[in-house]
């Protein structure tokens, strides 16, 4: 199994950046981690995919984020992280970090991702 603990959540004006991060920890979390993602919740909204890696390094993004933001991973492949650029008040939102052992798992399938952190707000003020 892996735990999934997100951080860098806080509030920015319009325009501004910031970066999330998520430290996956426990016993094989390489293999229950081949694929990693962001997805984000805002209230009253259904959770919906951000962006998401593969253990190749493969990336998708929404379209609503492309060329603003970034998905990574370290090395060890045991943190990811999110650069958010240009943020816009409709980015405000609960953000999680999720895993799955699966590879190219789609952002669409929201609930078949099985690992998920607790979230971290993030809010854009215009």
């Known amino acids: 199994q892996v735990q999934l603990e997100e951080s860098g959540g806080g509030s920015v004006q319009a325009g501004g950046s910031l970066r999330l991060s998520c430290t996956a920890s426990?016993?094989?979390?390489?293999?229950?981690?081949?694929?990693m993602a962001w997805f984000r919740q805002a209230p009253g909204k259904e959770r919906e995919g951000v962006a998401s890696?593969?253990?190749?390094?493969?990336?998708t993004y929404a379209e609503s984020v492309k060329g603003r933001f970034t998905i990574s991973q370290d090395n060890a492949r045991n943190t990811l992280y999110l650069q958010m650029n240009s943020l816009k008040p409709g980015d405000t939102a609960v953000y999680y970090c999720?895993?799955?052992?699966?590879?190219?798992?789609?952002?669409?399938?929201?609930?078949?991702?099985?690992?998920w952190g607790q979230g971290t707000q993030v809010t854009v003020s215009s």
């Open positions: 999720a895993a799955d052992s699966g590879i190219g798992l789609p952002l669409s399938f929201v609930r078949d991702w099985r690992y």
């Open positions: 426990g016993e094989n979390y390489l293999y229950y981690s081949r694929s």
């Open positions: 890696i593969d253990s190749l390094r493969r990336t």
